[in-house]
């Protein structure tokens, strides 16, 4: 474990009379880590305990600005959404770290998304999301957020199909509603008849369809809107992951030479 993971893991858990654990928990004695969760991309994140309470603790990653994520954004989204029924109680939050309630269930699996039941159940939990209202927040900019990516590399092959569907979409009409924009399996847990969204670092105010595309593909779209915003959507999305894991991947590279050029001036 780096040396700043277990840094803001040690501060979390001693902020643990900070927590919002709910009239349900009454914690006696500090959380403890019972193991880290594994699957996350970005952060790290771990399974606390005090007695039955149950929580997950999430590292926020130090490549937050690479990333283009906006951890009060992610905050005050996550805070609206709190009496929905389909995200995490939010516990506990500050930069470096997030606390919430652990949901239990199982991650969806690709051959879940066949079935009509499980289909009916996401798209209710996509809808209750959806009818959430954000003030004085502007929508996500999609060719801006592309730029934020591709600023950070050098000569990226298909930017600019990527940038002319960031544009179709920026360009047409629709109406902003929260999106998750990493709405990935597993990201998503199934609990009794009931679906949790979790990791809303990425979330923002956008495309109301930009979810479905994620999810569900092009083919589930087409009685929801025209070819070309579909098109369009299924190009920007696919563009934004392919973009993301180039600038993991670049960050990556820039760290590991850096190592070796302080190792040689070290030997």
Request: hydrophobic share 40%; glycine share 4%.
């Amino acid at each position: 474990m780096l040396s700043r993971t277990a840094q803001i893991l040690d501060n979390t858990l001693a902020r643990w009379q900070q927590w919002d654990a709910g009239p349900e928990y009454r914690l006696a004695e500090p959380p403890k880590v019972i193991q880290q969760l594994l699957g996350g991309l970005t952060n790290q994140t771990f399974l606390v305990a005090s007695g039955d309470f149950r929580a997950a603790l999430r590292v926020n990653a130090a490549n937050t600005d690479f990333l283009g994520i906006d951890r009060d954004r992610e905050q005050l989204l996550l805070k609206t959404l709190q009496s929905s029924g389909s995200v995490p109680k939010l516990l506990y939050v500050d930069g470096d770290a997030q606390v919430t309630e652990l949901i239990r269930g199982r991650h969806l699996a690709v051959n879940d998304l066949a079935d009509k039941d499980i289909q009916y159940h996401l798209e209710t939990c996509i809808n209750r999301i959806q009818s959430y209202a954000i003030k004085n927040m502007n929508p996500r900019n999609y060719l801006s957020y592309i730029h934020l990516y591709s600023d950070q590399l050098t000569d990226f092959p298909g930017l600019a199909e990527i940038e002319d569907a960031a544009t179709t979409i920026d360009n047409s009409i629709w109406v902003p509603v929260i999106g998750h924009h990493d709405l990935v399996l597993e990201n998503v847990i199934y609990n009794d008849q009931k679906m949790y969204f979790i990791d809303w670092e990425y979330a923002h105010l956008g495309h109301p369809l930009i979810d479905h595309i994620k999810l569900f593909g092009r083919d589930y779209c087409a009685d929801k809107a025209d070819t070309q915003t579909i098109n369009a959507l299924e190009t920007l999305q696919r563009g934004i992951e392919i973009l993301w894991y180039a600038v993991q991947d670049m960050e990556k590279k820039n760290h590991r030479e850096s190592q070796e050029k302080k190792n040689e001036q070290a030997s």
